[in-house]
């Protein structure tokens, strides 16, 4: 593949031949075999100082429903309630233990996997741009900020000259990027924001400057993103900070401008032959039946987006600050909030007590199950504060 338009001015007549080295003399088939059994099949790009960094991604499945809080938690160790509690506000959301390690909380593992791409990315300018082509054409990158978002796409003169250093990672191995996971664990007011500035942006006859600063740089974002024309697969995984249900949240008005800016895109990437389709992904939490409804959710009954939308069981496990700056847990369920509950996984399929041996009901009969009760005006809530359900 040809070096990305950002690395044209930097040929093997700018840099040293390493005709000496043995691995950068080899066949590019061989190297890369190299560089895939040292470099992880996932990795982060974040900021520090300043600066972008890489670091390993210990990849959780953002698809499963296994992330509701109580897989961080310590225990049989002093003080494991705060530790716990500083996991569940982790803004990386399902990948708190990916930001433990780029943080180096745990050195060893931090160092085993991070260092081995600088070492080689600093070995020298010819396996420094052979490892980057390498990354951005065969591995993921995740990203879990805005801030780090922004930077990486910003173009080279529009970066802040304490930023914009030669070899720069982000010059380098962004622009000709494949797979990007995108996971945004925001402030509900964020949302909620997005939500007035769409309202006035729609007032306005569609008029973009309408709309915030947040909300045009919240808007700049993805169109920057479909600029990146090897771009082949884009994942996109949500959520909000607060213990509020997600449904709180109106989809359709939040995440307006997003879906409009990736499906015009997408159209015109069809009539484009040159240019690869691009597979997107959005993993959202699961609608609460009591609060969703068609004209500001994407509920089932409604026009789908033109892109998978996933769902999953949302984190039930918060951080809470005491006045005294003291962390504590607390547990606030979202929808369903009865596969929490051991005794309704042995029911059967109708709800009625399992006496004869029958396989238990699934989660997703569970979750049915409780959805039938909200549509039918039962308050699940208050009906399982009351100790019992009748059947």
Known sequence: MPPHPDQRDITDAHMHSQRESKLLSAPAEIRRAIYANIIPSQIHAFLSQGRIQLSVCLQPNLGDDCHDGREREIRGEESSQAKWARRLRSSWGPHWECEQVALAENIDLHEHCRNHIYNLLFVCKKMFLDVCDFVSEN?????????????????TDELDNGLNYPWSLWESIFPG???????????????????????????AGHDLSAGSATYATWAGLWSAICQLQRLRSLHIWLDHDDKSSWSVVKER?????????????????SGEENLMHMDITFNLPKLHPRIARPDTHFVQESAPPPFIIERRIRQRNFCEEGPGGNLSVIYN???PIMCDLPDFLDLDINGEPNMNGEPRMTLLEVEEFERKLWEEGTDVEQLLLGGYVCF
């Open 139 to 155: 591995k993921v990158t995740n990203v879990t900020d805005l801030d780090t978002l922004q930077v990486l796409l910003q173009k």
């Open 253 to 269: 008005l939040a995440l307006h401008r997003v879906i409009a800016i990736l499906a015009a895109h997408m159209q015109a990437r």
């Open 177 to 203: 990027i494949q797979k990007l996971n995108v996971t945004l664990r925001l402030p509900l007011a964020f949302y909620r924001a997005l939500e007035e500035d769409e309202v006035l942006v729609s007032e």
């Open 333 to 335: 369920p979202d929808f």
